[in-house]
């Protein structure tokens, strides 16, 4: 059997901009999830049937950490992972929030949240693809003509 190509997990990347500085997000998953339980990550998400991307991803980051958006956008570069269990090649759309504040209320899915400067998000987070993610996009907040290409999305 060939693995199977699939598109249905969205990734958001939440930061917050603070006195010239950059906090991201990320979240403890709680012991009792079925897949990587206690590890750390930024917010992940499955696709409803018939959900756009996007929808999905502002629909997850409220649900998980009841974040206020201030902006919202879409990366063009998607992370991509295979996944052994599922014996499938994953393509996962990568979206950006701009918090309006550092208020987090967590769902049951995560136990604890820290805001965190890039390298100590970058330490911290479990998987490789998340990593590369974040310093990608902090290279993008960073820089303007790399923010430029980021796609301003409206709610």
Same mark, same amino acid.
């Given at each position: 059997?060939?693995?199977?190509?699939? !598109?249905?997990?969205?990734? =958001?990347?939440?930061?917050?901009?603070?006195?010239?500085?950059?906090?991201?997000?990320?979240?403890?998953?709680?012991?009792?999830?079925?897949?990587?339980?206690?590890?750390?990550?930024?917010?992940?998400? =499955?696709?409803?049937?018939?959900?756009?991307?996007?929808?999905? !991803?502002?629909?997850?980051?409220?649900?998980?950490?009841?974040?206020?958006?201030?902006?919202?956008?879409?990366?063009?570069?998607?992370?991509?992972?295979?996944?052994?269990?599922?014996?499938?090649?994953?393509?996962?759309?990568?979206?950006?929030?701009?918090?309006?504040?550092?208020?987090?209320?967590?769902?049951?899915?995560?136990?604890?949240?820290?805001?965190?400067?890039?390298?100590? !998000?970058?330490?911290?987070?479990?998987?490789? =693809?998340?990593?590369?993610?974040?310093?990608?996009?902090?290279?993008?907040?960073?820089?303007?003509?790399?923010?430029?290409?980021?796609?301003?999305?409206?709610?």
């Amino acid at each position: 059997m060939n693995s199977r190509i699939r !598109a249905k997990y969205i990734e =958001t990347i939440i930061f917050r901009r603070s006195k010239n500085s950059l906090r991201f997000l990320i979240l403890k998953r709680s012991g009792y999830t079925k897949y990587y339980p206690g590890i750390w990550q930024i917010v992940t998400g =499955t696709v409803e049937k018939n959900e756009p991307y996007y929808k999905t !991803a502002v629909r997850e980051s409220v649900e998980e950490t009841n974040v206020k958006i201030k902006n919202f956008y879409a990366f063009s570069k998607l992370n991509v992972f295979y996944s052994p269990l599922k014996d499938t090649i994953n393509l996962v759309p990568v979206f950006i929030i701009e918090a309006a504040d550092d208020e987090v209320t967590l769902s049951d899915e995560h136990t604890e949240f820290e805001w965190l400067p890039l390298n100590k !998000a970058v330490e911290k987070v479990f998987f490789y =693809t998340q990593k590369e993610m974040l310093k990608i996009i902090n290279l993008h907040l960073k820089n303007k003509s790399l923010f430029n290409t980021l796609i301003k999305l409206e709610l």
